[in-house]
C-alpha cells in the first residue's frame, strides 16, 4: 500500500498540534509519528519530526547530578511556535521552502 502525502501531512499536523498545546505525552507522539515517518519519504514531514525531536530535547536536559532540569521557557516558547509554523505550513499547503523561511524567524 503506497501512504497518501496529504493524509500523512494531515495526520501529522495533527500530532504536531497537539504536542504544541500539552495535549498528548511524548511517547504516544513519538509512537504515532514513526508509524507515519517510516511509511513516508516527505521532506516535510521529515522537518516535522526534526523539529518534534528538537522540542522534546527541551524538556530531557539534566544537571551534572542527572536530576531534571527545568526546560528554559524561551526554548519551550520558541519550538512549540516552530511546531504551529509547520502546523499552518501544512494546513496552507506551503511548499517546504516557505515553512523553511518562516522557520528562520523562530
Known amino acids: ?5 496529504d493524509s500523512d501531512r494531515i495526520v501529522v499536523a ?3 498540534k497537539q504536542l504544541a498545546e500539552d495535549q498528548i505525552d511524548e511517547g504516544a507522539f513519538r509512537d504515532q509519528m514513526s508509524q507515519v515517518a517510516k511509511s513516508s519519504d516527505d521532506p516535510v514531514i521529515e522537518l516535522a519530526q526534526d523539529e518534534a ?3 522534546l530535547r527541551t524538556f530531557e ?14 526554548q519551550v516558547s520558541s519550538g512549540k511556535e516552530s511546531l504551529l ?3 499552518r505550513g501544512i494546513e496552507e ?14
Open 1 to 5: 500500500m503506497v501512504a497518501n502525502p
Open 14 to 16: 495533527r500530532l504536531l
Open 53 to 55: 525531536d528538537e522540542y
Open 61 to 74: 536536559d539534566l544537571t551534572i547530578f542527572g536530576r531534571q532540569r527545568s526546560p528554559d521557557p524561551y
Open 85 to 87: 509554523i509547520i502546523v
Open 93 to 106: 499547503s506551503w511548499p517546504l521552502k516557505r515553512i523553511l523561511d518562516a522557520l528562520r524567524w523562530v
